[in-house]
């Protein structure tokens, strides 16, 4: 039988479950919790960070309350739909539900069996057995709140209570804990006392860095040993999931699935080299990044329009080849999750100002890694920039569903026939890899040609625009 009590107490308490923060995915990973039981949150607050198969993501909380209980700890893959946090929504309504208790002298816990795990509170502990942290504003009842708390962490460890948590932002935190750098040690220069990017690695012992030719995309930091790795292990096992799993079996269907054929060019970019320097001058550039990437995308899109068969996608379902009338020229960035591919939607309706604006708001969301899985979707070509780090060039694998990918190799100052003479000039290698169900050899070879005549001689973007 169902009494009112029970009524009011379904109502009292609301779940939020997983929600499908992408294009049909299953599942997600909790990367951090940002508040705990006891916590009031409101409406539009983030609670937690998780990755998906394509980016991360900050979850806000749609309702206001205070938190009950955190379904699952971190580094857990949830299915969507999972209810992962219970709020109560009416604290102080009733005494049916099991709130903090502010009470002044926490009874002593009994001690824990021998061997047990640590677990969330009111997931699997035994009511006796737990002390909840008093909420907030209880005032002289905060100190008798904190030993509770403590004599909580001491006997099960089941949740990490901290009363002065550092400012800094999820990709920070990420930052941080890539570089072994404790928040807490960290001295905050941001605005509100917030710790930087520059906070976290000022801490870190300062690593030299190489000077780029184009746009870098983040540095990827050394893979984190997982902590069962026992010293002097002659193998480290380390979980494929998350990006890291969705890029390999997106690479692997790629590379079975679509025919590929690449092709190179050696090619002068000398006088691209120095539209760059007359660029970074103009006052209609000012306020936005220019580099050589911003004039190899620009050229790419001159050479689609150019060619516009090679804009295309296989439907298999359908036996279709679908031309795309718009460009949403896919980015390829190295990020500490993985290779990641966001892209600029409608890039060929954009001018040069434009595109750079475009691209360093593409990075810069990268870099941060707060790259939402909508900016990774509906690509159609795609640019990676090998050279950053040295490479002469490769043969890139297509982003799925794309017909065709180009690859960026270093730009180095090489002996070059120029006017009849052996001239030092700026050089660089291009790879297009392309689909060849779709882009015959011919096309490919028009798409590379044009991208190469424009690169040695730029003026052809006015010309051919």
Not at 91 to 109: F, L, R
Not at 209 to 231: G, I, K, L, S, T
Not at 428 to 434: E, G, I, P, R, V
Request: glycine share 8%.
């Amino acid at each position: 039988m169902t009494t009112m009590n029970d009524t009011s107490n379904a109502a009292r308490f609301r779940e939020f479950k997983m929600p499908d923060v992408g294009e049909g995915l299953t599942e997600a990973e909790i990367l951090k919790w940002y508040v705990q039981p006891g916590d009031t949150v409101t409406d539009g607050q983030v609670v937690c960070e998780v990755e998906t198969a394509k980016a991360a993501v900050e979850l806000p909380i749609p309702f206001d309350g205070v938190v009950h209980e955190l379904r699952f700890p971190e580094g857990t893959t949830v299915d969507v739909g999972q209810v992962i946090i219970a709020v109560d929504v009416a604290p102080g309504s009733g005494d049916a539900a099991p709130a903090p208790e502010p009470a002044a002298q926490p009874e002593p816990e009994p001690e824990a069996p021998k061997g047990r795990q640590p677990v969330l509170v009111g997931y699997g502990v035994a009511e006796t057995s737990t002390k909840r942290r008093a909420r907030k504003g209880t005032g002289t009842a905060a100190p008798a709140a904190a030993a509770a708390i403590q004599g909580e962490m001491n006997g099960h460890g089941a949740v990490a209570v901290r009363e002065s948590r550092p400012l800094a932002k999820p990709p920070v935190r990420k930052l941080a804990k890539d570089l072994g750098i404790d928040l807490a040690t960290v001295v905050p220069t941001g605005e509100g006392g917030i710790i930087t990017r520059e906070d976290v690695h000022a801490a870190a012992t300062p690593v030299p860095a190489q000077a780029p030719v184009a746009v870098e995309a983040a540095p990827v930091p050394a893979p984190e040993v997982p902590a069962f790795a026992a010293a002097g292990a002659r193998e480290t096992r380390i979980p494929v999931k998350g990006v890291r799993k969705a890029i390999a079996q997106a690479m692997v269907g790629s590379a079975f699935t679509a025919p590929h054929v690449t092709e190179f060019v050696t090619v002068d970019v000398t006088r691209t080299m120095k539209l760059v320097a007359e660029l970074k001058e103009d006052k209609d550039m000012a306020g936005v990044r220019v580099n050589p990437l911003l004039i190899i995308a620009k050229a790419l899109l001159v050479a689609i329009k150019r060619n516009p068969e090679v804009n295309a996608a296989w439907d298999e379902a359908n036996q279709e080849i679908v031309q795309k009338h718009y460009v949403n020229l896919g980015i390829a960035a190295a990020t500490p999750r993985g290779l990641i591919v966001p892209n600029i939607k409608d890039a060929h309706e954009q001018t040069l100002p434009q595109l750079a604006a475009s691209l360093g708001e593409l990075v810069s969301t990268a870099r941060e890694g707060k790259t939402s899985p909508a900016a990774m979707a509906g690509g159609t070509v795609t640019i990676t920039n090998v050279g950053v780090f040295g490479v002469d060039t490769g043969t890139p694998i297509l982003n799925p569903g794309e017909s065709a990918i180009l690859a960026v190799g270093a730009i180095k100052l090489q002996p070059w026939v120029h006017k009849g003479k052996v001239k030092p000039r700026q050089v660089t290698t291009l790879a297009l890899s392309f689909d060849h169900r779709l882009v015959d050899g011919e096309l490919g070879s028009k798409v590379l040609a044009d991208v190469a005549a424009i690169l040695e001689q730029p003026k052809r973007l006015i010309t051919w625009a």
